[in-house]
């Protein structure tokens, strides 16, 4: 059973900038694409950001795009969610996810099989 704990949230004002971590146990971590989704209250959970087993491919939503960047290191078994000139409408819980795949350079912007309790992040005007 894999484990996804989510860390780093919390409030901001306006352009800040948050880091959020999500350190992965309970199974091959270097194994797995990951993604990061949000969902803010009232609304459906949404993509965020994703990056393939090797870290060699990532793709971004286009409301993130140029402000947010996602990275992994597989010697710790942890992805990272860098959040730049932070906006408002970014308020949320940010979810991490796994998926296990056979290919190395697959990023997944849908279906993931776990998921982290989220971590919460406020941006404030």
């Known amino acids: 059973q894999v484990q996804l704990v989510e860390s780093g949230g919390g409030l901001v004002q306006a352009g800040g900038s948050l880091r959020l971590s999500c350190a992965a146990s309970?199974?091959?971590?270097?194994?797995?694409?990951m993604g990061w989704f949000r969902q803010a209250p009232g609304k459906e959970r949404e993509f965020v950001a994703a990056?393939?087993?090797?870290?060699?491919?990532?793709r971004y939503s286009d409301s993130v795009k140029g402000r947010f960047t996602i990275s992994r290191d597989n010697a710790k078994n942890t992805v990272t969610l860098q959040m730049n000139s932070l906006k408002p409408e970014d308020t949320a819980v940010y979810y991490c996810?796994?998926?296990?795949?056979?290919?190395?350079?697959?990023?997944?912007?849908?279906?993931?099989?776990?998921w982290g309790q989220g971590t919460q992040v406020t941006v404030s005007s």
């Open positions: 996810a796994s998926r296990k795949t056979l290919t190395e350079n697959t990023f997944y912007t849908r279906t993931y099989d776990y």
């Open positions: 309970g199974g091959t971590f270097s194994s797995f694409a």
């Open positions: 990056i393939s087993r090797n870290g060699g491919n990532t």
